[in-house]
């Protein structure tokens, strides 16, 4: 099964009205198709397993909660891409979360070295360099880049100023840069520094 971007999913008026009204059926169909993308989501900005199956449920429980406040001026997944976003920034928030990073922290200077060849490479030593951002530095340059959120729009979310979510950016870019190494700067992880 090809998995659909968050974004693109859109649900029909009938969908819609039936899944308000309480059908299951329906209900499960929304579930199905926006469970595995938000979970992706999610892992991108909270880096931990655990707490990402956490706010997936919180955010689709909210979503089902919500669906009377769905308007629809957007697609439906944008709708609940701003639902778990926002659960994740509660989540950054959160004295709970702010000490599992710091302990996480402190245990993954201890890992060891995964060995990889070329994209995989890439991929593994730009994801390490991501989960070395602080949650909210990670959060802004992934909602930028990867996301296509603009800083009118991350402000918003992050209840700040456009400057905040600038700064935050550079801030990120400036960090990835000095992780990577730079034959990974010149491939994938390039993209995320432009």
Do not use: N
């Not at 890992?111 to 802004?140: F, H, K």
């Not at 990867?146 to 100023?161: L, N, P, Q, Y």
């Amino acid at each position: 099964m090809d998995m659909q971007k968050l974004a693109e999913i859109q649900v029909t008026e009938t969908e819609l009205a039936a899944a308000r009204a309480g059908d299951l059926t329906v209900r499960g169909a929304l579930f199905q198709r926006v469970a595995a993308p938000t979970l992706g989501l999610i892992r991108r900005l909270v880096r931990h397993p655990a707490l990402a199956d956490d706010l997936l449920q919180d955010s689709l429980i909210a979503m089902f909660e919500h669906l009377d406040d769905y308007r629809g001026e957007a697609p439906f997944g944008i709708w609940v891409r701003s639902i778990a976003v926002s659960r994740c920034l509660m989540a950054f928030r959160s004295p709970w979360h702010r000490a599992r990073v710091a302990l996480d922290g402190f245990t993954e200077d201890h890992r060891l070295p995964v060995e990889a060849e070329g994209r995989t490479a890439d991929l593994i030593d730009l994801d390490r360099a991501l989960a070395r951002l602080s949650p909210t530095t990670r959060a802004v340059v992934w909602l930028y880049d990867v996301e296509g959120w603009s800083h009118e729009e991350i402000a918003k979310c992050f209840d700040r100023t456009v400057s905040f979510s600038k700064s935050q950016l550079s801030r990120g870019h400036a960090r990835l840069r000095g992780e990577l190494s730079p034959p990974t700067a010149s491939g994938f992880g390039a993209s995320l520094l432009e």
